[in-house]
Nanobody, 125 residues
């Protein structure tokens, strides 16, 4: 059984919206910093957004103002609302959890212990 399972990916046109969800099992995200990362084949994985247990959020420059990360600890779920999607947002999106309390390192993938299998997002021009 996976610790983190993502859903909500799909294909949309330029300017469209998608909402990704990540449901955790076997861990309670209440005590975890959480984040979304993405990766295109042949390229390094990059950070999208992160949120710590105090609700502090951090976004990459490429997603700031268009994406919104949120957490529902009661439902053990992390979400990512993506608006104004661009073709360059096309990637596999991964949910990640860190047992550390993160502030400055929210977008540092080396800080994360658990990873989901990913959900594919495709944005057409």
């Amino acid at each position: 059984q996976e610790y983190l399972v993502e859903s909500g990916g799909g294909s949309v046109q330029h300017g469209g919206s998608l909402k990704l969800s990540c449901v955790a099992s076997r861990i309670s995200i209440r005590t975890y910093s959480m984040a979304w990362f993405r990766q295109v084949p042949g390229k390094q994985r990059e950070a999208v957004a992160g949120v710590n247990t105090h609700g502090l959020t951090s976004y990459s420059d490429s997603t700031k103002g268009r994406f919104n990360i949120s957490r529902d600890d009661a439902k053990n779920t992390l979400s990512l609302q993506m608006d104004g999607l661009k073709p360059e947002d096309t990637a596999m999106y991964y949910c990640a959890a860190s047992s550390a309390f993160l502030q400055w390192g929210l977008l540092d993938e080396s800080k994360y212990n658990y990873w989901g299998q990913g959900t594919q997002v495709i944005v057409s021009a």
